[in-house]
């Protein structure tokens, strides 16, 4: 059976699943941690899709995301000059995203979550006129309402990720209506609201990126399909 990442997987799937002698492939790489422990748990057989097939797309993507809120929004202004803060620039999304930017002319601070310290998101929060989230899932909210007190540059906000999950859009919301934040653009459908756009997932979906997430997830069938009989 394949799952996308709207797929839920708990206890209950898991027995069904296992019930009826299925395996699962994912045909998504960011798969959370605690379905595969679940699988694993019930001895389901599972094969995800690998990382890297959508990188390139997904950087991408996130400009893309900028001009499509500017096409909402029926006014841009120039990304020429403008400070981008690139949150989870050590994954290869982030790389690459970071490595466009600076072709458009922004000035670049690339914050890795796993080796810069805190201080320095917070302190670059400060004057970041662009904000783009290239994180995985969470435990907590990347940007809440700590994160958007520090905020001064009316910033855009760009989810690249399209992980809803994220943001705190009760707080997103709060800053929008006081004008403290410019908009928000999210790679992933949500509620909506003034000043932000959103899209079903398209990060992956280049035409390059889809050939090469067919050919995996095929691979990947075959796998398990020989392997279970």
Not at 42 to 66: C, Q, Y
Not at 112 to 120: A, G, P, W
Not at 187 to 206: I, L, M, N, T, V
Request: glycine share 6%; aromatic share 12%.
């Amino acid at each position: 059976m394949v799952f996308n990442y709207k797929k839920i997987v708990n206890d209950k799937i898991a027995l069904l699943l296992k019930g009826k002698e299925l395996s699962v492939v994912f045909d998504y790489s960011g798969v959370p941690q605690n379905y595969l422990n679940i699988l694993d748990k019930h001895k389901v057989f599972w094969r995800k899709e690998k990382r890297g097939l959508s990188n390139f797309s997904a950087s991408e993507e996130g400009v893309n995301l900028v001009f499509k809120w500017f096409k909402k929004e029926k006014k841009r202004f120039e990304l020429n000059g403008k400070t981008a803060l690139v949150i989870g620039s050590e994954g290869k999304i982030g790389k690459n995203l970071c490595k466009i930017l600076k072709g458009f002319g922004c000035k670049v601070l690339d914050y890795d979550l796993v080796n810069n310290e805190r201080k320095h998101f917070e302190m670059w929060l400060d004057f970041a006129e662009l904000i783009f989230i290239c994180t995985p899932e969470l435990e907590w909210y990347l940007l809440n309402e700590n994160e958007f007190g520090l905020m001064k540059s009316n910033p855009l906000i760009v989810n690249v990720s399209g992980r809803v999950s994220l943001v705190n859009e009760k707080v997103l919301h709060k800053y929008l209506d006081k004008g403290l934040v410019k908009g928000y653009t999210c790679d992933e459908k949500s509620e909506a609201y003034k000043h932000c756009f959103f899209q079903g997932h398209q990060g992956a979906k280049s035409i390059e990126a889809l050939e090469l997430r067919t050919l995996e997830k095929q691979k990947n069938i075959k796998v398990l399909s020989t392997n279970i009989n």
